[in-house]
């Protein structure tokens, strides 16, 4: 009798133990929520970093800084937002760490901290270092979060997450020239509430996270049949993609440094006006991002990439010689082709190298980051030994580097097909 009554209790365990996993999402579906909520985290995230950069014209007046000076607070923060990034994706990929997203956002808020009261130029640097190493912890992590809720969307996932990050390198010169500009550098401190809105959002994603690790063990295995490539091809193809983004990320240095400055020698514009012309452009290059994704998923990221870099050429060729209102047609124009690249760029490499979604998101946001900060530090000295009108002349060709593009292998419908699978 006694054996009867518990074999039945035995074999109405299993179903209780495996009960977590159903909590979770089905593997083939879409977290949209958690999506939107990584999303708006990186919005928190590049808002803040774009505040460092919107307040160089104030920073410069305040402490004296020439062009130089300027470009190496942006190489000192893209350096450390680079150089971590590679080896904490690296890391994570073996051992992934949930709740380091909201450690990474605490060092953003230290720093943002640190920059709202820095006494002299060396406690600049300083905080520009910490809001870069808050931007290296989070970025391969957060990547791997959108491709674990992508439910094989990969494209969508990581637009949708690019697109946060952009909208919130849009705001941050917007709120610039509304807050701080007036008010001054104290005035910076107000917006660590975004950095603590991030760390509690953070949290959140975290414990999805930290529940649904079963998701990265079957998408590596299932993405590892896919690549028909052999090691040589996959070298060439990454080396293409690196400097596909070199000619996307040193013209964005550009933009996104010296903008204002072109603007306001140019064309006579003050500070703020400056910094809504900035926004007008990193607006256009949040938009750009939510394309380029979706549309990889459907037609290639192949044709995505080539088209976003070359097809920007034009645009960039005219730049330099156009009256104030092309200009700002221009930079949209720009802003709205360039940035539907990176999306495509990111996803690319991860089905050239599967398995490895963190190592090659830490890679490529890394490169980009480094890449930018080399080019501000270049332009800045080109620009104080020339004028920074020759500058954006200089920079009209970097876009016809796309051709490049036409060397990386066909795997548009491959992918898409693996995509619906995955």
Request: hydrophobic share 55%; charged share 10%.
């Amino acid at each position: 009798m006694t054996t009867s009554i518990e074999t039945p209790i035995v074999t109405a365990t299993p179903p209780v133990a495996t009960a977590p996993a159903a909590v979770a999402l089905p593997k083939d579906n879409t977290a949209f929520k958690v999506l939107g909520a990584i999303s708006v985290a990186h919005l928190m995230n590049d808002m803040i970093q774009s505040i460092l950069l919107a307040i160089y014209p104030m920073l410069k007046d305040s402490f004296q800084l020439s062009f130089s000076q300027i470009g190496l607070i942006t190489l000192t923060y893209q350096i450390a937002a680079s150089l971590l990034q590679p080896c904490i994706g690296f890391y994570t990929d073996r051992r992934p760490l949930p709740y380091s997203l909201p450690v990474g956002m605490g060092f953003t808020l230290v720093g943002l901290l640190l920059l709202s009261v820095a006494p002299s130029y060396p406690f600049l640097l300083i905080a520009a270092v910490l809001v870069g190493t808050g931007s290296s912890i989070f970025h391969p992590e957060s990547s791997r979060v959108a491709r674990m809720a992508s439910g094989g969307q990969h494209g969508l996932a990581q637009s949708l997450f690019q697109v946060g990050g952009n909208v919130g390198s849009s705001l941050g010169p917007l709120l610039a020239a509304l807050l701080i500009i007036p008010h001054g550098q104290g005035s910076v401190a107000w917006f660590s509430l975004a950095a603590l809105f991030g760390i509690v959002v953070l949290i959140g994603i975290s414990r999805w996270y930290a529940a649904n690790r079963w998701r990265l063990k079957p998408k590596a295995r299932r993405d590892g049949d896919a690549p028909a490539l052999d090691k040589r091809k996959v070298s060439i193809a990454l080396g293409v993609l690196a400097v596909l983004v070199f000619s996307k990320y040193f013209y964005l240095a550009s933009l996104n440094s010296y903008f204002t400055f072109y603007l306001m020698d140019k064309f006579q514009l003050p500070v703020r006006t400056a910094q809504l012309y900035l926004f007008v452009f990193l607006a256009a290059v949040a938009v750009g991002t939510v394309v380029g994704g979706p549309v990889g998923d459907r037609i290639g990221r192949k044709a995505v990439i080539w088209t976003s870099i070359l097809g920007v050429a034009p645009f960039t060729l005219m730049l330099p010689y156009a009256n104030l209102f092309w200009t700002a047609v221009l930079v949209a124009i720009i802003g709205l082709v360039l940035a539907s690249a990176f999306s495509a760029i990111v996803v690319f490499a991860q089905e050239l190298v599967p398995g490895k979604v963190g190592t090659i998101a830490g890679l490529f946001f890394g490169l980009s980051f480094g890449l930018g900060g080399v080019g501000a530090a270049v332009l800045g000295n080109l620009a104080d030994a020339t004028s920074i009108g020759f500058v954006y002349k200089v920079c009209s060709f970097l876009p016809l580097l796309g051709m490049v593009a036409a060397f990386l292998p066909d795997m548009g419908r491959r992918k898409k097909a693996v995509a619906r699978v995955s």
